[in-house]
């Protein structure tokens, strides 16, 4: 019985990946994503990227303040 269910997994497994691999072998034309990548500079992402780490680690900073006076105020 279980050997009859291990079959089961790897048939199903074998059709996923051939459906999948049919899938990719259908190759469409190239999609031209130049005018979108065009409008991005450097710039733009290094300082959207920076922003986001700032937040977070301003956000670790007071979680990590909020922790220390709390064990203060306990006296831990």
Known sequence: MKYLSIVKKISVGAALL?????????????VDLSPLTNQFTATVITTAVLAVAGVLATIYVVIRGAKIALSMIRGG
Do not use: E, I, Q, T
């Open 18 to 30: 051939m459906v999948g691999a049919a899938a990719m072998a259908a190759d469409p034309a190239p």
